[in-house]
């Protein structure tokens, strides 16, 4: 028994014919979409990557509480992460703790929220929208390490 492949209607033919040849123009939403993502790249930057973070044994909470753990070569951020009425609140620490002056920017697809870092190497954010987040250390004389995108949910 032969199988033939499906046939192809002629509109098809033609809507995947003027895709691959490159003449039916890119949406503007989708160009502005990849403009703003390109603006979010911080170049030099050493890449903080997710760890996994053990649940504390016996430990039984209701809240929706959840924790982050980036490192990168010489650097750990930690973050707890816990949404309420929709909104998101961050509260972290930076370690070892970086000298004086070390700046941590929360970074969301529309918005930055900067912070000093307490004495000792604690942060922390309230009311942040739900969505997209990057964590970003500035540390004095010292290339910035950066967190890789995470999506939080409420």
């Known amino acids: 028994m032969t199988r033939h492949p499906a046939a192809i209607d002629d ?6 014919l003027r895709l691959a040849s490159g003449s039916d123009p890119v949406p503007a939403r989708v160009t502005a979409a990849a ?11 050493v890449q903080a990557r997710s760890v996994v973070t053990p649940v504390p044994r016996g430990v039984r909470s209701t809240e929706e509480t959840r924790l982050l753990r980036f490192t990168a070569a010489e650097l750990t951020v ?4 816990t949404s309420l009425d929709g909104l998101v609140d961050l509260a972290g ?11 941590v920017e929360i970074r969301t697809l529309h918005l930055t929220e900067s912070r ?8 922390a954010v309230t ?3 739900p969505g997209w987040f990057s964590v970003v250390c500035h540390r004095p004389e010292c290339s ?3 967190t890789t995108w995470t999506r939080i949910r409420p």
């Open 127 to 129: 009311g942040l929208p």
């Open 11 to 16: 509109e098809s033919l033609i809507a995947a």
């Open 78 to 81: 930690e973050l707890e992460v």
């Open 116 to 123: 000093v870092l307490s004495p000792t190497g604690q942060f």
């Open 35 to 45: 403009h703003a993502a390109f603006g979010l790249r911080l170049p030099g930057a």
């Open 144 to 146: 910035p390490v950066v």
């Open 93 to 103: 620490q930076i370690s070892p703790c970086p000298e004086a002056g070390t700046l």
